[in-house]
């Protein structure tokens, strides 16, 4: 757990908050009211207020927890001080700083945070935040809602220091003179017996004049600009005050402005000592405008009525959504004094009206169509946030056609969005001028308004998309009660009761008799010891039974269900029942099919066996595989697989493992089995995994048994062997020939002459080459050929190479191309058979790429220890299905490509015996009708040097 850090300004921001008074303060109604509204609108276990204090957070207002503080090193809130941004944790679990703390490991058990700073006075005193225990995700509309929550907070505390201000200064006042030269605060002094008045000039600016105005001051001068209601009121303080009544005067109420508008004032007032009066009764005192604290208090009074109508509308109303949608339509257009409120839809350009609250006559109508254009909803969506006009004629837009048509004066709206998708638009309008501008109240409560009935449409879109789902689900899910009496019940059930049961979910919803009835009788009594058994224990519920159907056939079905006992004593089971008769059938097939692969698997021909892949243990081998190797079967599956192969071939088995980790199956290759009595028999080996049902993971193994094909390729070698060499001496002779014969040693030759000497020619220089590939495959094979590595810069052999093989592309305008070299990367190789390798891969390359095209060669590292040579082509890449035998003596991908392309089938496996054996590697990569790039990859200078150190 990594504790909050201490914010820098942390000595300020605690006197900051010790003055606020809040700490260990009485619950507020103000601030439960939001904290409540926050855990509605976002629906969460939790929403607090919470003041950071030096070693604790404490909460001012609490909704869904009991503790009022918890340590501040535990607190979430302390993160969230650190910046003026929302601060989010989406899940707890997935935060390393958060998945160890106390409040996630034990109760409240936190899985998600959300917290908005509390600033008062430039310092974050604490936070408004939302809890709850399953992670969940926080969109940027909820950061909004969630920080203007957070300011409704900070107006709050504000008002509620302005009170304690406004409390301070009254006992100031009373033990203060009231009037205070040069003070900015109005001062009067009047004699009710002669009328007579004085008043200074703050006094006269309070109500928007000066002094010289209003001369000469009476009493008439201020008591004809008392607003008439508060008249009354004023008259009586001041007489219970001269009567002694009360041992002060004081007053607030109205005066009208120069202006015309009414200001509120606080007047406070003494009788003057006689002495002083020269006893004439006189009275002086002061005149404070009030006029802002008196807003602010209205304000402040209004936030406040809108969140308890929004508490309201979220808790109390009652009945189908559109009663809801309808009575909440009401009660906002009561709120912001506008007549008509209105829910719309947008249908691609159509405006439609899908609730509405509007006094009758009204020319709207649910369900009426508009266009767009013709909406104030067009102006709504040009811009962003709330649109709010209080004068629409005196706007501007007092020229849109939507106001000439439906004639609105008054319109305040803003986007609806459902599960984050845009919807329609909440509006509420008048046809008269609105009194007073819009204000932050009224944008507030709209914002509110529009969040509350997002959240229930998108509440009844869910449902009804569950109901769409639940029918189309097979079988049924139900809710299935046993009552105290005795007596079962379905209380709930989807429509897939029916082809369970026959039976409709109001049939069974008070009396499940029905279904026990329709419960095939030999199944009956296992069905009611199972459901008893599970009411007692309160464990699961599983049964597979048949029910009778309507035309008296039989059908299996499958039920599962979790039973919870209730405070009343009865036992509710939450579960499904699906219709498995297919699947009994299936069963029956599935042991048919099982029964004909087990023949098949002791019959086959080839060796067959299953082992476990993580611990190599043999589980099952067929015949075939006991017959290859002389062991009974008890005898083999007691052995490990290893126990069956000499070492020499571990690397091979390794590389196999590689590939099926990587694959899931490994391609065939050659080795050797030991058979019981410790003989060498060649297989060639293939295998795949597959995955149990529980997880567990086996390999199946073909094993074919290779001894014969082994003969046939010895007596191949000896048969290549022998015509190679009886072919090669009088081929020489005849390539030989025909060569000065196509020279004109003999003389001019006639033209068609000339052509048949010309295809000999080449035709014996292709045997030729095929005979030489036949020798140099013999020799590589035998291990007659020898090396003479020597020390090479890569990139000049390379060259090289290239400059041997360009002249075979020239005819169809393919090029050779160095795309990428190397300096200095010296390589130790036998130059001829790298240059031989290296000319086998680009003239294939020339061979099949398509004409005026590029062969790109390439030089880069491979790893440590290797350089990388590639050629890459323009061709058609490599089939699928010949990649397993590219390497292969005489392999090619089809014999057209033989007469196309011409070739023998050896080139690439010589080129690859070649690289094996001077401790190199070869490759390739391809994709279908895109290419193919061919590489080698030699050893490094030091690599070699490695493998092959120099004798002392």
Known sequence: MMPPLTPADEVLRLQALINTGLLDSPTEASFDRITRLAQQIFKVDIALVSLIDKDRQWFKSRQGLEVCETHRDWSFCGHAILDD????????????????????????????????????EGYRLGTLCVIDSQPRSFSEQDSQLLRLLADEVQEQISQRKLLQLSQTLAAKEAQAQLIIANANVGTWLWQPSSHTCQVNERWAQIIGYTLAELEPVTSETWQSRVHPEDEPKLTALVERYLSGVTEKYECKYRMRHKLGHWVWVHSHGQLLDPEVAQSELTLYGSLVDITPEREAQAQLERKNQALSLLNRISFELSGSLDEKVNQA?????????????????????????????????????????????????????????????????????????????????????????????????LNFCDASVRAEPFDETDQMFLKLFA?????????????????KLLDQMPGMLYQYRHWPDG???????????????????????????????????????????????????????????????????????????????????SVIWHGYMVDIQAEKQAELALTASEQRLRSLFELSSIGIALNDFKTGQFIDVNQALLDATGFSKSQLLKLHYRQLTPSQYHEQDRQAFVQLSTNGRFAPYEKEYYRWDGSLFPVRQQGVLITEANGRVLLWSLVEDISELKKVEQLQKEFVATVSHELRTPLTSITGSLALLSQGVLGVLPEKVQQLLKVAHHNSQRLNLLINDLLDIEKLAAGKVTFNPQSYDLTELVQIAMTMNQPLGEARGIKLVLKSELSHAKVVIDKDRFLQALSNLQSNAIKFSPSESEVRVSIAPSGEHFYRVSVAD????????????????????DSSDSRQKGGTGLGLAITKQLMEDMQGRVGFDSQPQQGACFWLEVPREFAFCALHPAPN
């Open 487 to 569: 007596h079962n019940s379905f209380p709930y059930s989807s429509n897939g009761i029916k082809h369970i049961y026959g039976v409709t979910p109001a049939q069974v919803q008070r009396d499940a008799t029905q279904i026990f009835a329709r419960i095939y009788e030999p199944d009956l009594a296992q069905v009611q010891s199972s459901a008893l058994i599970s009411q007692q224990t309160l464990s699961l519920w599983h049964a597979q039974y048949r029910t009778l159907q309507a035309d008296g056939s039989l059908r299996w079905v499958e039920g599962r269900a979790k039973p919870e006992r209730l405070d009343d004593g």
């Open 874 to 893: 323009e061709g058609e890449g490599v089939p699928l299905n010949f990649r397993d035998r590219i390497f292969e003596k005489f392999a090619q991908a």
């Open 329 to 425: 339509l009401i009660l906002g257009g009561d709120f912001l004094r506008l007549s008509v409120g209105m829910v719309s839809e947008m249908v691609s350009d159509i405006y439609v009206v899908r609730w509405l609250a509007a006094p009758a006559p009204t020319h709207l109508e649910v369900g009426q169509h508009f266009a767009i254009e013709q909406t104030y909803c067009k102006l709504l969506l040009q811009q962003t946030g709330v649109l709010a006009i209080a004068n629409m004629g005196q706007s501007a837009f007092k020229n849109e056609g939507c106001y000439q048509q439906l004639g609105f004066e008054s319109y305040i709206a803003i986007r609806l969005e459902v599960d984050g998708q845009f919807f329609g638009t």
């Open 85 to 120: 941004k929302v601060f989010i944790v989406e899940d707890t679990h997935a935060t390393a700083c958060f998945a160890d703390n106390p409040l996630v490991k034990a109760a409240p058990y936190i899985r998600f945070y959300a917290g908005a700073p509390l600033l008062i």
């Open 451 to 467: 969040h509350w009935l997002g959240e229930i449409l998108s509440r009844q879109l869910h449902e009804e998309r569950l109901t």
